[in-house]
């Protein structure tokens, strides 16, 4: 059983940066993609920042461009999102994602979903 462990979340002002982790854990050989999404109050869930093809191919929705940016550390099963010059219309939940996991079962295409975290961020 594959679960997502999501830490980092808070508090903080116009500005400021905080760092998102998500850990995996469970019989895992390897995860081809893991990615951040976020929703917001009233608002569709987005996907933010997506990992794929092992951690080799980076990509972001053009609003976090040049101010997030996601790492993976594939030993420990773990994904990254370090938020920068975080702006107020960031402020939501924001959800680790997992796909494409070999694992002690075999393959899974998931997806699976961490809990969730929320930042919020003031002006």
């Known amino acids: 059983q594959v679960q997502l462990v999501e830490s980092g979340g808070g508090l903080v002002q116009a500005g400021g940066s905080l760092r998102l982790s998500c850990a995996a854990s469970?019989?895992?050989?390897?995860?081809?993609?893991m990615g951040w999404y976020r929703q917001a109050p009233g608002k569709q869930r987005e996907l933010v920042a997506a990992s794929t093809s092992g951690g080799s191919t980076e990509d972001y929705i053009d609003s976090v461009k040049g101010r997030f940016t996601i790492s993976r550390d594939n030993a420990k099963r773990t994904v990254y999102l370090q938020m920068n010059s975080l702006k107020p219309e960031d402020t939501a939940v924001y959800y680790c994602n997992a796909r494409g996991i070999w694992s002690r079962s075999g393959y899974d295409t998931g997806p699976y979903w961490g809990q969730g975290t929320q930042v919020t961020v003031s002006s």
């Open positions: 469970g019989s895992i050989f390897s995860i081809n993609a």
